[in-house]
């Protein structure tokens, strides 16, 4: 089994968000919106590998700033793990995504995270 890849981790994620929950949770606060990830062991099952395959590559993610992962909290993004996971979301599935947020909070958020 070939190692995973935070690209794979965050297609997942953004699959898990519109397809299976139907829901993106978003953080705010005054300095920036961070995107609540699935539970480590729901990514590992999505992609269908034990779930200790997929902590190291959170901890990486964590290394080079685009999460935070929080003891019985769970991961979610920072200001430019947002960015990254929103661009692939909106890229790749922005009907999905008008449907889920609707286009008034959609452009707001997107205003937020991409300073528009």
């Known amino acids: 089994m070939s190692a995973l890849t935070s690209g794979e981790i965050l297609t997942a994620v953004a699959r898990i968000l519109i397809f299976e929950d139907g829901a993106i949770t978003f ?29 190291p590559v959170l901890a990486a993610m964590e290394e ?8 019985r909290v769970g991961v979610s993004t920072n200001t430019k793990g947002t960015a990254i996971l929103f661009s692939r979301i909106m890229e790749d599935y922005p009907e999905e995504v008008e449907q889920i947020l609707g286009p008034d909070l959609l452009d707001a958020i997107k205003g937020r995270i991409f300073g528009r």
């Open 27 to 55: 953080l705010c606060t005054k300095d920036e919106i961070s995107i609540r990830f699935p539970k480590t062991r729901r990514l590992a099952a999505y992609l269908s590998v034990p779930h200790y395959y997929v902590i």
């Open 64 to 71: 080079e700033g685009l999460v935070t992962r929080t003891e």
